[in-house]
């Protein structure tokens, strides 16, 4: 791991990593994702079912660095009751807190904050928002 790695990789964003919040499969899901990121080799899979237009449960497997880990494991823990459009309010804060130092987005999504470090590192702005990218693509597919 070289030194810019170290920096992203701060305890707190390890922590969220470890916790996997929503890990596992949905053997009864709406939609199913899978989205790769190819410059990394992360892969992320996502079931989700929806109760009308919100989320009613997510689960993941992910084969990942561990933003990628972190970040899911943030939807995992709080994306019950999500719609699309929060989903969306949620991405451009997190991607505009990456790309462009805005604040973190608020509660409860704060657990975010701890990609700050990641500001620096745009490579991996993709392995953090990659699992947002697949719950949008989830939404899509959950469109009448």
């Given amino acids: 791991m070289n030194e810019a790695d170290s ?8 922590r969220l990593a470890m916790r996997a ?5 949905l053997a009864d899901a709406d939609v199913t994702v899978s989205l790769d990121n190819p410059l ?3 892969r992320v899979d996502i079931d ?10 997510l689960a993941h497997e992910v084969r990942a660095c561990a933003l990628c880990q ?3 494991s943030i939807l995992g823990e709080r994306a019950r009751g999500l719609t699309g459009d929060d989903l ?13 130092d805005a604040p973190p987005p608020p509660a409860p999504w704060q657990d ?7 500001r620096t590192t745009p490579s991996r702005h993709k392995c953090v928002l990659l699992p947002l990218e697949a719950l ?9």
């Fill in 7 to 14: 920096d992203i990789y701060r305890t707190d964003l390890l």
């Fill in 70 to 72: 972190a970040s899911v």
């Fill in 88 to 100: 969306a309010t949620l991405t451009r804060a997190v991607t505009a807190m990456l790309a462009d």
């Fill in 112 to 118: 975010y904050a701890a990609f700050i470090p990641v």
């Fill in 136 to 144: 949008a693509i989830a939404f899509d597919g959950n469109s009448p």
């Fill in 21 to 25: 919040r929503g890990h596992g499969r």
């Fill in 48 to 57: 989700i079912t929806f109760d009308g237009d919100k989320i009613a449960a």
């Fill in 40 to 42: 990394c080799g992360d």
